[in-house]
């Protein structure tokens, strides 16, 4: 069989798997935001928390919830770090230092997972579990928490109450994720992933050496870093370390955990505001960008120079391709290549997935409200092109809803470009970079669209560990994960506080290849208008050279 041939075959296979799962597991997590019960564990946990799980909240106070509750997260998460030689497995690692600790305290805590450091001599396993891989629960909960409640402002008329956003960090983790993640973790380890709390063993190499090879509960982060849309590694490698991705299958499951809570999500979407052709026509639009950029970058490293540097050679073109395309697309930022050797249109590929807003599927609720706040902005440009007010899903879209939806998707892009441009001007940024020229562009601006949309991955050759990165790629990941958070929560109240309006000959239907066409097109639309120039002088100049 060609590489061609079973590259086509991994992909039939991962589409098939995710098409068996979309409707059983989309409606599952309906059920779960949707229902009135509460199991014995959930009240256990109000209880402990002092929470009354019946009552409801206003967009304001959930917002407060999600910030207060990341802000308590962050903390904790950067004092485990800074007491790591108090812990019990910390194998001698010592504290982690103060730049460092705060960077990923709030690249975990962002669902970032940006790594500054080399986890095998950094991390001690309680702070791994304790800390990151809570994080990695909590988190992802998050964003399918804002996601619900932004739903509820389209199902909801005349209120201004949005739900409990601590009944639904608990459902969704509980519920939702680590259920998925105990699964996904005992086939992870069936397929070969390691699982110990040892530090490391020792090997006699073939020149009479004795070598340390790390270990780690590798499994267990595995499954949740990818279910979660993480990302963040327990191997400096991430997931081109054989202990973390053994072989084509793990590989393959691997790209399929990362992909099915996004792509279900839509279904789950459909199901809750009772018209389930909404959620295929989201699905359609994410997968149409997916499978794009997929060919884009699959086609390049076909046809590089060098085809199979940086690419795993277990996996193949194909394999790199496909991981690089769904991990970029999702928010996910897990690697199994390495993106920094990518030829100049494969890396510009990975980059523009980041760039399009984290919507293609987009990580878990990011997605989700992502490309609802884009159907917003099309709906927006629709209603400009015929001279009405917009609307969508029943509601009024106005002053308020639109503002709201501008401020989220330009957080981003402002993020991005001030960090890029800050950085370019700095004395220090040309050490930190392996390449000069175009590619070297190209790493300043994928860090920082990686951090502003909290993917984590990274062009290897950058070298992030001064202060000034630290520092200011920390600020993107919190800003670029709370900004378009707040403002999410503010267009869900306004909407819910809003009659629903009937449909008129003068509504624009949003179940059709129209809508969805002017949907697609705006993602492209806003992010080409936003980063050709940047692009242009980075991946697409190299490309061309």
């Known amino acids: 069989m060609s590489s061609t041939a ?23 997590v309906a059920r779960v935001f949707s229902g009135a019960r509460h199991t014995r564990a959930e009240a ?16 304001g106070t959930y917002a407060q919830g999600v910030l207060g509750f990341s802000f308590v997260s ?8 800074r007491l790591q030689p108090l812990l019990p497995f910390d194998f001698g690692r010592g504290a982690v230092p103060p730049g460092m600790a705060f960077n ?16 095998e001599v950094v991390m001690g396993h309680a702070v791994q579990m304790v800390g990151l891989t809570v994080q990695n629960f909590v988190s992802a909960a998050v964003g399918l928490a804002v996601a619900m409640a932004l739903v509820r402002g389209f199902v909801r008329s005349k209120t201004d109450r949005l739900g409990n956003f601590w009944v639904d960090l608990v459902r969704g983790t509980l519920r ?67 202990f973390e991705n053994p072989n084509s299958w793990s590989n ?30 989201l699905l359609g639009v994410m997968g149409t960008l997916w499978a794009g950029m997929l060919a884009v970058i699959w086609w390049a490293e076909e046809h590089g120079l060098r085809p199979l540097e940086g690419k795993e050679t277990r996996f193949g073109i194909a394999g790199s391709a496909l991981f690089a395309d769904s991990t970029t697309g999702t928010s996910t930022g897990a690697v199994n290549s390495a993106h920094d050797s990518f030829s100049g249109l494969g890396g510009g590929g990975t980059l523009l997935n980041m760039l399009f807003g984290e919507m293609t599927p987009g990580g878990v609720g990011t997605g989700l409200y992502g490309i609802l706040v884009m159907a917003i902005i099309a709906m927006f440009l629709a209603g400009l092109m015929v001279g009405r007010t917009p609307e969508y899903l029943g509601k009024k879209l106005g002053k308020r809803e639109v503002t709201a939806a501008a401020l989220s998707i330009l957080a981003m892009p402002t993020l991005v470009l001030l960090g890029v441009g800050t ?14 020229g175009a590619h070297g562009l190209s790493e300043v601006l994928y860090a920082y669209a990686s951090a502003s949309n909290n993917n984590g991955s990274a062009f290897a050759g950058i070298t992030a560990t001064n202060d000034w990165f630290q520092s200011s790629l920390g600020a993107c990941m919190l800003l670029g994960r709370f900004v378009p958070i707040v403002a999410v929560l503010c267009l ?28 697609g097109g705006s993602v492209v639309l806003v992010a080409a208008l936003t980063f050709v120039p940047a692009l242009a002088l980075g991946p697409i100049a190299e490309a061309l050279l």
């Open 44 to 59: 256990a946990v109000y209880r402990l928390v002092r929470v009354d799980p019946e009552s409801e909240q206003r967009w």
């Open 176 to 242: 939702v994720l680590l259920p998925l993640a105990f699964v996904s973790a005992i086939v992870l380890l069936g397929l070969g992933v390691v699982m110990s709390l040892r530090s490391g063993v020792e090997v006699v190499g073939p020149d009479g050496v004795r070598h340390t090879i790390a270990l780690a509960p590798a499994a267990s982060q595995e499954a949740v870093k990818l279910l979660g849309t993480n990302g963040g590694g327990v191997f400096n490698a991430n997931s081109a370390h054989p």
């Open 252 to 281: 393959l499951v691997e790209v399929f955990l990362l992909l099915v809570v996004p792509v279900s999500l839509t279904r789950t979407f459909g199901t809750l505001v009772g018209n389930r052709k909404q959620g295929y026509v």
């Open 74 to 81: 962050v903390v904790f998460l950067y004092l485990l770090q």
């Open 423 to 436: 950085a370019l001007v700095l004395p220090g940024t040309a050490g930190a970079l392996n390449n000069p």
């Open 104 to 119: 990923n305290a709030a690249s975990f805590v962002s669902n970032t997972n940006w790594q500054s450091y080399v986890p």
């Open 492 to 519: 869900a109240g306004s909407l819910a506080a809003q009659r629903k309006v009937p449909e008129t000959a003068g509504t624009l239907p949003t179940t059709g290849p129209l809508f969805a066409t002017l949907l």
């Open 6 to 28: 079973a590259g086509l075959l991994q992909v039939g296979l991962l589409l098939a798997a995710l098409a068996v799962v979309h409707r059983p597991l989309g409606d599952h």
